[in-house]
Structure formats: C-alpha cells, structure tokens
C-alpha cells in the first residue's frame, strides 16, 4: 500500500536504480527481519481473504523528507477492505510480538525519562504468550505477553546490579503494557483482527463464535493486554 499511486512510488526512485523490483524487494525484506512489517505472500494474503476469524496488514510506502522511498509502517485491513488506517513501524512490531511472530530481531527504544532525557534500547529475544477467552457482556480476551530482552543501549548503566535491571524490568512492562493497550483500541476502531481472535474461538471456542460471529464480530471483544519484560542480557560492556 502507498501514500500515492504505486506508479508514482515506483517513477520515483533513482534512474540510477536499475532494478527498482529488487530495490523494493530488499527494502521490505529488511523490514520483515526487523520485525517490523508482517512476512506475508500473496498466498497467505488469500487465505486471509476469505477467513472470517483474522484479518491481515500490508506494508506502507511512502517518501519521506528526505524524498526517498521507505516503509512508515503498516496498513490495517478488515473483511478484505483497507480501513485507511495505519500502524507506526513501532505499533507493528508490538503486534508482531503478540502474535509470536517476532523474526530474526525486534529492536526497540522506550524513553524512561523525558526530562532527564533517558532512554533504553533492548532486543527482545524470546516471547511467550498466554490467551484467556471468556464472555461475559463482551468476550473478555485477556493475553499476557512475556519478554525476555537483551539491553543494547542504556547510558546510566550500572546493570550489573539487580535493583538498576529490576527497575528497568517494572518500567518496561509498564510502558509496554500502556502501548499494548492502545495499540488493541487502534485495532478495535478499525474492526481489524490482525491477531486472529476470531480464529481462536472458531478452533478452541466454538460455542462462544456462534453467539458473536458476523460481519463486527470485533466489535463484541474486548482485550486486556499485559506485557511482562525480564532482562536476561545486556550487550552493553560494563
């Protein structure tokens, strides 16, 4: 998906470039080992299609101000339609890791300190992921998501004492738990089951899919995500 025609992105890059297929190629590759953009084939695009329990994203082309071609995030789609709205690189990347798809790395920066200016930068390493489907009023998903990072960047250090990676470990989950939160209201907005929860009650939950299962099944779940950050590592020399 692009900001403007395909053509138009496509024109744009460098005459130098003579294979502007290849340019784009590698340049979404890239992103799919970082974790930031779903691995998806125009096979797996038509499963999605016509599955009515998960939804899917596209990459999201644009030029930036430096007037070159990059991937600002994802494209949410709902019911084989795109709802015109878009993940930032970061949002995805958090989805990605709750759909326990992480690829080869999910690089990631949280500012713990804005004042102060302080920030943290972890590659996750491992995730792990518990779903709780219950109705009540709505079907109440609850989904712990469980980190174990490596920090590769933090200027105050002193990592190698327990207190500094136990404070970091709390203000990790916390922020990460708030941008969950958000991202699944984005998500819920837009009607996109990008994490195939539909999906999830039509295998496991049968009983539950009957009674909401539609068009706006989405809009009958209410999820509570949870994120829980254990540093296991640190890149950084003390």
Avoid: C
């Avoid at 709205?85 to 990605?96: I, W």
Wanted: net charge negative; no cysteine; glycine share 4%.
């Amino acid at each position: 998906v692009t900001d403007n025609s395909a053509n138009k992105i496509i024109t744009h890059l460098s005459e130098n470039e003579v294979e502007k297929g290849e340019y784009l190629y590698e340049l979404i590759h890239s992103s799919e080992i970082n974790s930031e953009i779903q691995n998806i084939t125009l096979r797996s695009i038509r499963t999605y299609l016509f599955d009515e329990g998960k939804d899917f994203m596209l990459p999201y082309l644009r030029k930036d101000e430096d007037n070159k071609v990059k991937i600002n995030g994802v494209a949410l789609f709902h019911d084989q339609s795109f709802t015109g709205q878009f993940l930032t690189p970061a949002e995805s990347t958090l989805l990605l890791l709750f759909m326990e798809t992480k690829s080869q790395q999910a690089l990631l920066t949280e500012q713990l300190d804005k004042e102060a200016n302080v920030s943290v930068s972890y590659n996750v390493k491992s995730v792990s992921r518990k779903l709780k489907l219950e109705k009540k009023e709505k079907v109440h998903a609850d989904i712990l998501l469980e980190l174990d990072v490596e920090i590769v960047d933090y200027p105050p250090d002193h990592l190698n004492k327990q207190s500094r990676i136990s404070f970091l470990e709390r203000q990790l989950s916390k922020i990460l738990t708030e941008k969950a939160d958000a991202l699944f209201k984005k998500l819920a907005e837009n009607q996109s089951d990008i994490l195939g929860l539909g999906r999830e009650m039509i295998a496991f939950h049968p009983s539950i899919w009957e009674e909401i299962k539609g068009e706006n099944y989405y809009e009958q779940i209410l999820v509570n995500p949870k994120v829980k950050v254990n540093v296991r590592s640190s890149g950084i020399i003390l």
